[in-house]
């Protein structure tokens, strides 16, 4: 069964320093790979996403992920953080031909002035 | 462009008191189309998917049911809601073949 697994339930960082969020998966097939953030009571907002080609993986507001294969990984990263980036960031996976998305539990991410 | 909207925006009802919660689509033709639910401090729990009109997959056994009677309408009801039913409720689409699902802005339900 695939299953996403957000190891970090929060990360308290400041500002202008560098993050990484991590995210790990578990499926049998190939895999599509995405990282959504949610500001409070607003709805998931797509940050990047890896289908095929390179395995690093630039999105909007400076993040980037590396698809990792061998570690089932693709973990997220800013090199300096804004007090902005403050939400919750969701690791998504989906498999080959599948209608679904699974979601890990999510990484509040914390900036601090 | 696409846009995808949700209401209400809030809700309070008592339990044992009906739902209806509706979705709708724009800019977009025969999208697969989601009801998610996000609980307090976890994560995304899918409750149940359309790929067409009339067409509704259930991914978990509940007293919520969903359908959608036009192809950019998705509506999420219960005959009695329970305590355990509040949460922050989401709709999302996709199409296409990147799956990739965009969200509404959700619409947080308190069960008193």
């Known amino acids: 069964a695939q299953s996403v697994t957000q190891l970090d339930s929060q990360v308290p960082v400041f500002e202008e320093a560098p993050v990484e969020l991590r995210c790990n998966y578990s499926?049998?097939?190939?895999?599509?790979l995405f990282w959504y953030v949610q500001y409070p009571n607003q709805g998931l907002q797509l940050l990047l996403k890896?289908?095929?080609?390179?395995?690093l993986v630039k999105g909007i507001n400076g993040f980037e992920a590396e698809f990792n294969k061998s570690q089932t990984s693709f973990h997220l990263r800013k090199p300096s953080v804004h007090i902005s980036d403050t939400a919750e960031y969701f690791c998504a996976v989906s498999e080959n031909g599948a209608n679904n998305l699974f979601f890990g539990t999510g990484t509040r991410l914390t900036v601090i002035p | 462009s696409q846009t995808i909207h949700q209401w209400p925006a809030t809700l309070v009802q008592p339990v044992g008191s009906p739902l209806s919660l509706e979705c709708t689509v724009e800019g977009t033709s025969n999208p697969n189309l989601y009801w998610y639910r996000q609980a307090a401090g976890r994560g995304l729990q899918l409750l149940f998917y359309s790929v067409g009109i009339g067409q509704i997959s259930s991914e978990v056994p509940q007293n919520l049911s969903a359908s959608r009677p036009q192809d950019r309408q998705f509506i999420l009801s219960s005959k009695k809601l329970l305590l355990s039913d509040s949460g922050f409720y989401l709709c999302?689409?996709?199409?296409?073949?990147?799956?990739?699902?965009?969200f509404g802005p959700g619409t947080r339900l308190t069960v008193t």
């Open positions: 999302a689409w996709s199409v296409g073949v990147n799956y990739e699902q965009y």
């Open positions: 499926s049998s097939v190939s895999v599509y």
């Open positions: 890896y289908l095929s080609g390179s395995t």
